[in-house]
């Protein structure tokens, strides 16, 4: 009996070990591997590293926090101590730790308190935490202290999509070609935390004006897509394309848009690769005021703050009256602060500028 009892220990060890080789192989820093899906995010990994020392190679793994799973608690125990116990196998090892604090919590989380610790937990083990935008260093303040976020936190700066999608055009039939309206598009998954009623509810505002809306991405559920659906209807002015939109229709969509809407959860969100995206395609925005566009000239766009839900509506209508009349007095006008902003990207957040600080880390953690 004890002789079956060790066995079991030792395949209990090994599946652990194991499985944590594993998850080290799969999040190796480089070469990478792409991640694209409308620009909602961005992994480290896809930068092209030039990085010209060799003591870390294979020595280092890189984490994004990610939603804590909607599992039963009988699973969703065993999967936080296999996961945890990974960061101290990496750890014992002496393998460096690179987090990538993405977002103040993981987007539409059942479990916002147990993905907080998560964050800080992460945080705390991490030898460095690379953050996408310059008001990270103060959001991260609810997880770490001044002193660790001097000592750990490094500014990357998201990355634009440059080279990322074909430049060609192609035929999307749903697309008006209204030329005397305004073109205001949404594109990405819809979801219940990019507030795409909001976007609707405004569309009905301005459905007598020379405005008309595109929402484009597959919805989160069927469910979703039907309520979705209705609003639109409501409003009368929008174009609801509600399936997965494929990288060569990416440059069209954008083409048609005069700006882009992106009314995002404060809550959540911190960094926003769907504003990147839309800046790489030389459009200027309405939108929540996160920490990616902070990092841009204010005057080239119109973003807006609120402090509740309630607000949000209001805030996010006088940021969008303010893109209609700026439209109405001259058409080119939004057009040229869309490509002031790329101009802008271009000098600060090109890919091969953003690798160069990630090669930085590099260093730091070789020495």
């Not at 009256?321 to 006008?333: G, K, L, P």
Request: charged fraction near 25%; proline fraction near 4%; include cysteine.
């Amino acid at each position: 009996m004890k002789t079956l009892r060790k066995l079991f220990y030792v395949a209990c060890t090994m599946f652990f070990l194991a499985s944590c080789e594993e998850t080290y192989n799969d999040k190796l820093f480089w070469p990478g591997e792409l991640s694209q899906e409308y620009g909602s995010y961005i992994k480290p990994s896809t930068l092209d590293l030039t990085y010209s020392g060799e003591k870390l190679i294979g020595k280092t793994v890189n984490f994004q926090t990610e939603a804590v799973p909607d599992y039963p608690l009988p699973k969703l125990l065993p999967y936080l101590v296999r996961n945890i116990a990974r960061i101290y196998y990496f750890k014992a090892n002496h393998i460096k730790i690179i987090h990538t604090f993405h977002n103040m919590l993981p987007h539409d989380t059942k479990h916002p308190v147990l993905s907080s610790y998560i964050i800080k937990f992460m945080c705390n083990h991490a030898d460095r935490v690379a953050v996408l935008c310059d008001y990270s260093k103060t959001a991260l303040k609810l997880y770490m202290t001044d002193e660790d976020i001097a000592q750990k936190v490094r500014v990357v700066y998201h990355p634009t999509y440059d080279g990322i999608y074909p430049t060609q055009e192609v035929n999307i039939p749903e697309l008006s070609n209204d030329s005397n309206k305004m073109h205001v598009l949404f594109v990405g998954n819809i979801r219940p935390y990019k507030n795409i009623e909001m976007i609707l509810k405004i569309a009905e505002d301005y459905k007598e004006k020379d405005v008309e809306f595109t929402i484009a991405g597959k919805p989160i559920s069927e469910e979703y897509a039907t309520q979705i659906r209705k609003l639109g209807v409501k409003a009368g002015n929008v174009n609801l394309i509600s399936r997965f939109i494929k990288d060569e229709e990416m440059t069209s969509l954008y083409q048609w848009a005069d700006i882009v809407f992106l009314p995002l959860s404060e809550k959540s969100s911190l960094n926003s690769g769907s504003a990147m995206l839309s800046i790489t395609f030389k459009k200027t925005l309405v939108a929540t005021l996160v920490g990616t566009l902070m990092d841009f000239p204010q005057d080239s766009m119109f973003t807006y703050r609120y402090d509740n839900e309630e607000e949000h509506y209001q805030a996010a209508s006088v940021a969008f009256e303010r893109a209609f009349q700026t439209w109405q007095s001259n058409h080119s006008n939004l057009r040229d602060m869309g490509e002031q902003l790329y101009l802008y990207a271009q000098k600060k957040f090109s890919l091969p500028e953003v690798a160069k600080r990630y090669g930085l880390i590099y260093s730091e953690l070789e020495n």
